[in-house]
């Protein structure tokens, strides 16, 4: 259970961020493309700051749930959702400020901040984990890009990227697969795999769009791998960027408002 | 023995004419049974009692999950007829309590922890454990949202009787589970994942906060106190009864508490044997004297005309009586204490403050006594036996007594 | 009359009935086995069970920030440990080493567990004060060049899938509350046999965790400290109390971090106390029974010594010394058949492995499952003193009567 950060981003989540122009010398040109292709999916929705509606669809062996969520973030380390949907959670809503996470559960009036022990909880009775979340906004710091595949796999023209953690990163995959639509460097997919070198999960990303004059992928979904039939999915319904928030939007106070 | 009421008669009157040697031997004699007794009775309520609190203290005789929940822990492996199971388990004598865990983060202020919520059926659940008489303050839980904290996790959350707290958890249906509840009570120390992280509920509120309408993880069974065998039968005969079900005794469930306590037994029937070795040798040396310092005596009995054979059943008689009076009057100041003891435990709290354990289930520190047949039997039967064969050889030798030896016999 | 004729006709006295005296004797020895043996082998227990626990992580005393030890948390830093270690060093410890514990998440792979972080110094810590260090059964301990090296439960292990060499993600919240995460290699893996601790804690160098839960340099959850001998424990600590009363700090034994185990150990103390108490009762009743048949059988005997002008007491300090020299001889006799026992059981020992397996712990503390014995000097000579009270104390009563025998009622008697 719990929740918390931003929903949407998943995708930001999961590229995020190598805001940092290649530059290093001794880094080697696939390196130094994989890093360009990797920030160039990130802007995809990476802004200053972004406002958007989703739905999400959670489909397991013991229940089927659809929310809705209404997501606010600036920079990396700033978000706050809100579920809207069903009327029953209506209002419950999640802070993220840097490595901090919030609910508000209005049914109770508390705020209450997640502690280590619920970081591998499940994220709203989703497929996603609350350390994913708060883990995502660190890919830039946690893992080295490489290009390991490039050409035709299904019919598609690809890249595919592979991220390593570094040796320090406090990150429990062994290494994530992404491949890249070469031609417009959207994602298609991305493979988690543990250290037997077994693939976890897959985040397969379609319904490209545009969306306030971004093309991107609108739909994402979590498919874990020993789990047959069961995902999670987000679709957006809009998203916009570029808004100018006041600081205190992103506090434990906001959070409290509905 | 046509003399037999002569020698009798004999005996009382011997016995009597040495009033205070007489009364020396019983009063050692009963000392002996009396202490012996007292130890078995203590030794057997502490074996006892810390079997059954071990058991009753939270698991219960018997438990039946579906196959798999034990270790997987998943919160969807539900027994949906306890009805079925309850029935079956009435067939037997035994009563059935449902249970339901589910994971959740309790936080009260700034504090937070991970704890396990356990839904308990309160009325069944005090016929088959004694989890509510280990309450250390408040009240136990209600159908509202009173709920009981572990001791431990009562200190990390800060929360004190008729504080509210916030549990938070996904429910059966993927929703967020999120509700205030009231501290009704705090546990004294039980078991370690208890006392650590557990928070009890009434089933009904267990429901409500998970949505879940039906289906429970755990079923316990006892009602009635249970030996191992009985538990070993049961077990198998209810596992054949509940296709589909894993039926497991607690020696399976927590084999190494089974095995800890099998092994304080035999620590504590080793004491025991010590003991009554101890009474051993104290009857066996008042009888060998109590016969050999009238060697004299004899002799001139034996110049008075009186046969071997008499004289030997007279000894044997005479000791006997006193043995007999020695092991009723131990008798009657043992048990007494015994029963007394079986409700006024000697009470070892002040030295353990906050509870010991062993193999992780805390034990309690009052010793009740205990009265069985063993209790009883063991003592007095080893009292008879030592008497007579400490007191045949000392016969014999007064019987074939030559007169003339025993009357220089000093 | 003097001591020694006092003494010889006590000697005298009890061999004339060489039967009774023998048995007497028997049963003074039987009461110094059983005291021995049960008072040593829980001596041996015990102390094997304090040291074991105190190496699972607290040390026979620890200096914690005030507060610690009832509800542990990361934001309970004891600061200053560099004096902390001087001081410990200073009131003869036989080794003192900073630790760091916190909760903490552990993730590999898709998998996860609670449990918890300890830190330590892999330069100075050492398997004979540290279990995990001891029980490792695969890899090895991290190196102080490995920073992120790791121990780990032989259980949790299983269940995390962890082998030497992956990595292991731990969450936990830092001295501020925030929460933190780290990552670490496992290095080795260790089986104590104690299950929650195989399933629960996770060694990590503790320069590394410093770090990541934002402690300085000079800054631990504790200082566990190691006695020679664990009976020094309120000693030590004491005397550390008069350096740092008053700032913050709580100096405590192993009797309040691990209260559990102490609760565990005077309760069985007062059992095997309560036993051989019993059976000295029993020995004391066998020889008032002695003492005083023998004195009916000569009251003509005292009476007579009465008529030719001998006091009372010194009827009454004969017979005395007649308890004297049983207690002397039941001891000699005791201690002939108990040293061999004990010098076995001391070096060799009983191995009840079969009887009660090796992972038997209790209050949460492995006990060693071989029976071996280990008798404090001064529990012994009090065992030997109380014993020979005993049997002094039971001659009073038949010494007392003795010296009130009426001469002419006593010299009528046969």
């Known amino acids: 259970m719990s929740f918390f950060a931003k929903v949407m981003p998943f995708a930001a989540v999961i590229f995020v961020l190598f805001p940092v122009p290649v530059q290093a010398a001794g880094i080697g040109r696939d390196t130094a493309r994989a890093r360009a292709i990797m920030t160039r999916v990130d802007d995809l929705w990476r802004a200053e700051s972004s406002h958007g509606v989703m739905v999400m669809r959670v489909v397991t062996a013991h229940y089927q749930r659809n929310l809705k969520l209404e997501e606010w973030s600036r920079g990396r380390d700033e978000s706050l959702v809100r579920i809207l949907y069903p009327p029953r959670e209506n209002g419950t809503a999640t802070l993220k400020s840097g490595n901090t996470v919030y609910t508000w559960l209005p049914r109770t009036d508390r705020v209450i901040r997640l502690t280590s022990s619920t970081m591998m909880a499940t ?112 679709r957006y319904q809009s998203l916009e960027f570029g808004l100018v928030f006041a600081d205190s939007f992103f506090s434990v106070n906001q959070l409290r408002r509905r | 023995m046509r003399r037999l009421p002569f020698i009798t008669a004999l005996a009382i009157k011997n016995i009597r004419r040495r009033r205070q040697r007489s009364l020396i031997m019983v009063a050692a004699i009963a000392f002996a049974v009396f202490i012996a007794i007292y130890y078995a009775a203590l030794s057997e309520g502490l074996l006892a009692n810390t079997e059954r609190n071990a058991v009753l203290m939270e698991s219960g005789y018997i438990q039946a999950h579906l196959p798999g929940y034990l270790e997987e822990h998943d919160f969807y492996q539900l027994i949906n007829d306890f009805a079925r199971v309850r029935a079956v388990a009435g067939e037997f004598g035994l009563a059935a309590a449902p249970r339901l865990f589910g994971f959740a983060l309790a936080a009260n202020g700034g504090d937070s922890a991970g704890v396990v919520l356990r839904g308990i059926d309160p009325a069944l659940e005090d016929r088959v454990t004694m989890l509510a008489s280990h309450l250390r303050s408040g009240s136990w839980v209600d159908g509202r949202s009173g709920v009981v904290l572990g001791t431990r996790l009562s200190r990390k959350l800060g929360a004190g009787i008729g504080d509210e707290i916030v549990l938070l958890a996904q429910a059966a249906d993927g929703s967020i589970a999120n509700d205030l509840f009231r501290v009704n009570g705090i546990l004294k120390p039980v078991a370690n994942e208890i006392d650590q992280g557990t928070i009890i509920v009434s089933v009904a509120v267990f429901r409500r906060f998970f949505v879940l309408k039906s289906g429970v993880h755990e079923i316990a069974l006892g009602g009635r106190v249970l030996d191992r065998g009985e538990v070993a039968a049961l077990t198998r005969v209810l596992a054949a009864r509940l296709p589909g079900l894993e039926v497991k005794g607690w020696p399976e469930i927590a084999p190494v508490l089974a095995r800890v306590l099998d092994s304080s037994r035999g620590a504590l029937v080793v004491m025991l044997l010590l003991i009554y070795a101890a009474m051993a040798i104290l009857i066996l040396n008042a009888v060998l004297m109590g016969v050999f310092e009238r060697v004299r005596e004899f002799g001139v009995m034996r110049a008075l005309g009186l046969g071997p054979a008499a004289l030997f059943g007279l000894v044997m008689i005479e000791n006997g009586i006193i043995v007999v009076c020695g092991g009723v009057c131990g008798l009657m100041v043992a048990v007494p204490l015994v029963v007394y003891g079986q409700s006024h435990p000697i009470d070892l709290t002040f030295l353990a403050a906050d509870a010991s354990s062993i193999a992780g289930v805390a034990i309690d520190p009052c010793w009740y006594t205990s009265l069985t047949v063993s209790v009883l039997a063991w003592p007095l039967g080893l009292m008879a036996g030592i008497a007579v064969i400490a007191a045949v050889y000392p016969a014999l030798h007064a019987a074939f007594i030559n007169p003339v030896t025993a009357l220089g016999y000093d | 009359m003097d001591n020694i004729f006092l003494l010889k006709t006590g000697w005298r006295s009890i061999w004339r009935n060489r039967r009774r005296t023998l048995i007497t004797l028997s049963s003074v020895a039987f009461g110094l086995l059983v005291s021995v043996t049960f008072t040593g082998s829980a001596d041996y227990a015990y102390t094997n069970m304090i040291d074991t626990s105190a190496t699972m992580g607290f040390g026979h005393v620890t200096v914690a920030a005030a507060g610690y030890n009832r509800a542990p948390s990361p934001s309970l830093v004891l600061s200053g440990c560099d004096l902390v270690l001087a001081a410990a060093v200073k009131s003869g410890v036989r080794a003192a080493r900073l630790r760091i514990v916190a909760q903490a998440m552990l993730a590999a792979g898709g998998r996860s567990s609670g449990g918890e972080v300890m830190g330590i110094d892999p330069a100075v810590e050492t398997g004979g004060f540290n279990v995990f260090l001891r029980d490792i059964v695969r890899g090895r301990m991290f190196t102080p060049a490995e920073t992120r090296g790791a121990l780990v439960g032989e259980v949790m292990a299983r269940r995390l899938k962890l082998v030497p060499g992956r990595r292991l993600v731990y969450t936990t919240t830092d001295r501020h509350g925030e929460m933190v995460s780290g990552v670490a290699r496992i290095s080795g893996i260790f089986r104590t046999g104690v299950s929650g601790v195989d399933n629960g804690v996770v060694v990590l160098p503790l320069a590394r965790l410093r770090q990541v839960l934002g402690y300085g340099r000079d800054e631990a959850s504790f200082a566990a400290l190691f006695l020679a001998d664990q009976r020094q424990s309120r000693i030590v600590r004491n005397s550390l109390a008069r350096h740092f009363t008053g700032i913050g700090r709580e100096i405590l034994t192993w009797r309040e971090t691990q209260a559990d185990l102490a609760g565990l150990i005077a309760m069985d103390r007062a059992g095997n106390y309560l036993m051989q108490f019993l059976i000295w009762l029993l020995v004391a009743a066998g020889i008032f029974n002695t003492m005083q048949m023998s004195v009916m059988e000569r009251r003509r005997q005292f009476g007579i010594m009465q008529a030719v002008g001998m006091a009372p007491r010194w009827i009454f300090f004969l017979v005395m010394a007649e308890a004297l020299w049983l207690g002397v001889c039941g001891l000699a006799v005791g201690v002939v058949v108990t040293l061999p026992c004990y010098l076995y059981l001391r070096h060799v020992g009983l191995n009840l492995e079969t009887l009660i397996g090796n992972d038997y712990s209790a209050a949460g503390v492995l006990v060693d499952p071989v029976l071996r014995l280990r008798l404090f000097p001064e529990t012994g000579l009090v065992i030997v003193g109380f014993l020979f009270f005993i049997v002094l104390a039971a001659g009073v009563y038949p010494g007392l009567v003795a010296a009130r025998t009426r001469p002419i009622a006593a010299m009528r008697q046969r």
């Not at chain 1, 543990?194 to 969306?211: N, W």
């Open chain 1, 123 to 234: 994220w709203m009775g989703s497929h996603f984990t609350n350390d994913d979340l708060v883990k995502a906004s660190r890919l830039a710091d946690d893992y080295d890009p490489g290009i390991v595949f490039t050409g035709v796999r299904h019919g598609i023209d690809l890249i595919e990227i592979a991220l390593r953690p570094r040796p320090d990163a406090a990150v429990v995959w062994d290494r994530i697969l992404v491949e890249v639509d070469r031609s417009r460097t959207l994602p298609l997919v991305c493979r988690y795999y543990d250290e037997d070198g077994q693939l976890v999960r897959s985040l397969f990303f379609s319904g490209v769009k545009m969306m306030d004059n971004r093309l991107l992928p609108t739909v994402m979904r979590m498919v874990p791998a020993d789990k047959p039939g069961e995902f999670t999915e987000i």
